[in-house]
């Protein structure tokens, strides 16, 4: 059997180590200029221009803006004597953030010309992924690695090179990337109904980054409130350690004794928090009991009155703040380390708390929560189209109805494509064919074998009236009336294929039970009374009637020819014959 081929190197053939993985929720970016004229001195100090022209950017962009756990970052890197920019970002339950940075990535290559850009994550090229009703049937994931490309604000393809070219059924290397980009630009696929697709969600930019955000007035300690006004972006940590706590990060909020809380909630205050949608959604929607110190000061603190949701959301604030700071595992996180250094400014005189009427003067904003809000009804009608135009309830915000219109209108479009077939196999990479032919041999198997039972099963008609006999106590069927048999089955057949057609098959079944129940009845078989002979009719056998008198009643069969119905009357012989043919002619029927 041969051993599929792939790029990996085993020890003694040059091995440079095992593939890379991404985490799941992380993306990963990298810009390269490609400049066959230029050093790499020079190439490096492009380099510092666009991520320096990066940080300008995102210090205008994203004055306010909060990320959901990673921000994104460029670092000059060098790999195999080659230097580019690179930059990682965990995203965490975030995907706007993802398109925020296709976003910023986009603007830098409209900046910089000569600047061409990757961006991948867990999925891989994602980008595809968004395109995926408009791409041609040659670019699956198996081959798109290193072929997606952003310039010059374009989505560029690296294509194929024939259909029967090796090199259009695999993966492209790096450097046979460069090479072409390099070498053959004019030959890039761009097409604009697959940027449209893959760009799709930059069309609410730069708008979107203040819409990604909620306002919302919590009621928190002062000495947080002063935290939270020198960096809005703390908030994220804190929701994200209250949002994946376990049993150990709740223990320390267990004590009743507030002194012990880094937060304490004896000197609280209404201020106005800022929040990721997600992280806002993430806190709104956990239960979770007051911790003890909080339940003391709600009781003590008369202004919490009226005040539940503002008081419930700052609670859950505040403890997330101290499973973020108590937690040995995030000693050395950025964030923890600046907190740490404002608390301990406080502690030591260098800072002060702020005054109400400083907080007073801070902005009071309370964003509506309409986004969070879900009408169910509105929901199906956006699903199947009939909802009316000028019905402005829906479910969820704008954004949320577009994106759902969107993604019907593709699923709509999937089912309405007939154009696939058997020539489209011929596209497909090596790995695909070979799949899809065992799976084809498998499924053509199946067919045979299904066919081949079916052409086997036959009814034995003969078979199933000796058992009927049998069962009615009925003498075998003798020579003669076989023939007989013979003979009406013949017109039986043509009849009732001349009739099936015509019947409905339910209750052609319904009848045909019916009839049989009838035929049964009148011939006694379903009456209990009306049981055959064991031996002889004259050999007796105790009765099942139970003991009357001491003794045992003693009952004979009647004689053959004389069996008894159910009111004790005799039954003649010809009582029991039943007309086979109509019984052969309603399972005929069944057959048809």
């Known amino acids: ?201 930059l069309q609410k930019y730069p708008q979107q980054i203040q819409n990604s955000l909620h306002r919302a007035i919590v009621t928190i300690p002062r000495k947080l409130a002063h935290v939270l006004h020198e960096n809005a972006a703390y908030i994220s940590p804190a929701v994200e350690a209250f949002y994946l706590r376990d049993p150990i990060a709740v223990r320390p909020l267990q004590a009743k004794n507030p002194s012990k809380l880094l937060f304490p909630p004896d000197d609280l205050v209404a201020v106005s928090v800022k929040f990721t949608r997600v992280g806002y959604a993430q806190l709104k929607g956990q239960d979770f009991q007051n911790p003890p110190a909080w339940v003391a000061s709600a009781a003590e603190d008369p ?125 497909l990479d090596d790995m695909d064919n070979d799949n899809d032919s065992d799976i084809a041999n498998e499924s053509a198997s199946i067919d045979s074998e299904g066919e081949g039972d079916e052409q086997t099963i036959d009814f034995n008609e003969e078979r199933f009236d000796s058992l009927m006999r049998d069962m009615m106590g009925l003498p075998p069927m003798t020579a003669p009336e076989k023939a007989m048999e013979s003979d009406g089955k013949i017109d039986s057949d043509v009849t009732s294929q001349q009739e099936g057609k015509c019947v409905d098959e339910d209750t052609d079944i319904r009848k045909v039970m019916q009839d049989m129940e009838n035929e049964l009845r009148d011939a006694g078989a379903l009456s209990l009374a009306a049981l055959p002979p064991v031996e002889s009719h004259d050999k007796t056998i105790l009765s099942s009637q139970p003991v009357a008198n001491g003794k045992a009643a003693n009952q004979k069969f009647p004689p053959a020819g004389k069996v008894s119905s159910e009111d004790g009357s005799p039954i003649d012989d010809s009582e029991l014959d039943i007309d086979f043919d109509r019984a052969k002619e309603l399972l005929a029927r069944l057959d048809v």
Not at 37 to 65: G, P
Not at 307 to 327: N, P, R, Y
Not at 358 to 384: G, R
Request: a negative charge.
């Open 1 to 201: 059997m041969d051993i599929p081929k792939d790029d990996f190197k085993w020890f003694g053939e040059g091995f440079d180590g095992f593939p890379k993985v991404l985490p799941d929720d992380c993306t990963q970016y990298m810009l390269y200029i490609l400049d066959a004229t230029a050093s790499d001195f020079q190439i490096r100090e492009l380099l510092r221009k666009v991520q320096t022209a990066a940080t300008a950017l995102c210090r205008t962009l994203l004055k306010e803006f909060i990320w959901q756990r990673d921000n994104f970052n460029l670092e000059l890197v060098q790999n195999h004597g080659l230097s580019f920019l690179q930059g990682r970002t965990n995203f965490g339950d975030s995907v706007e953030d993802e398109w925020l940075i296709v976003y910023l990535l986009r603007e830098l290559s409209r900046q910089f010309p000569l600047t061409w850009i990757r961006i991948v994550d867990s999925d891989g090229e994602f980008l595809l992924v968004e395109a995926a009703d408009t791409l041609p049937r040659w670019l699956n994931p198996e081959i798109a690695e290193n072929r997606v490309w952003i310039n010059k604000g374009r989505l560029l393809i690296i294509p194929g090179q024939g259909k029967t070219s090796a090199a259009h059924k695999r993966s492209l290397k790096l450097d046979d990337a460069f090479d072409f980009i390099q070498h053959r630009e004019s030959d890039l696929l761009h097409t604009l109904s697959i940027e449209s697709e893959a760009f799709y969600r």
């Open 303 to 427: 202004r919490s009155i009226g005040h539940a949701e503002s008081e419930a959301m700052g609670m859950k604030v505040t403890c997330g703040f101290e499973m973020l700071m108590g937690d040995p595992q995030n000693i050395d996180k950025q964030s923890v380390r600046e907190i740490q250094l404002l608390l301990e400014d406080l502690e030591a005189g260098d800072d002060h708390l702020p005054s109400d009427e400083t907080i007073s003067m801070w902005p009071q904003t309370q964003d509506n929560e309409s986004w969070l809000d879900i009408n169910f009804d509105d929901f199906e009608k956006e699903l199947s189209g009939t909802r009316h135009p000028t019905h402005r309830s829906g479910f969820g915000d704008k954004e949320a109805q577009d994106n759902l219109k969107r993604l019907v209108s593709r699923f709509e479009n999937f089912l309405n494509n007939d154009e696939g077939g058997a020539q489209d196999a011929e596209y």
